[in-house]
């Protein structure tokens, strides 16, 4: 059975997408901690990001890097937060939240709710900043 992750990744369950390569994906949270939380996944499904291979968790970072460059390029913040639960979906990946303060990466804060207009716009001028 295929995770959500993957299913986003194959393009049956629609996603607003901010970057794509042959091992990478990268796409909005919908149910963001802020305006432009980001979550950047393998395409090869592994639950815990540490089982996969030293190569990949290291092209991942890169990768998550530019997207992160990309963020902080559109929305303004002090930082982009990176966190890596990997607990509520089985297949690894890292959460890209722009941040003004460490307490802006609490979980229990009450997260953003935008439109289908807001997340494609967003999306949209992360995707014009990407290389």
Known sequence: MATIFSR???GEIPSYKI??????????DINPMAK???LVVPKQETDYIFDLDDSLLAEMTV?????????KAIIPCNRVGIMVLG???PHAHIHLVPI??????NLSNPRVKLS??????IAGK?????E
């Open 87 to 89: 607990l509520e979906v």
């Open 8 to 10: 986003i990744i194959a």
């Open 116 to 121: 289908k207009e807001e997340f494609e716009e």
């Open 36 to 38: 432009g939380h980001t």
């Open 19 to 28: 970057a794509e390569n042959d091992k990478f994906f990268a796409f909005l």
């Open 63 to 71: 990768f998550a890097k530019k997207v992160a460059s990309a963020i």
């Open 100 to 105: 003004q303060k460490e307490g802006d990466l």
């Open 126 to 130: 992360i995707r014009s900043k990407m």
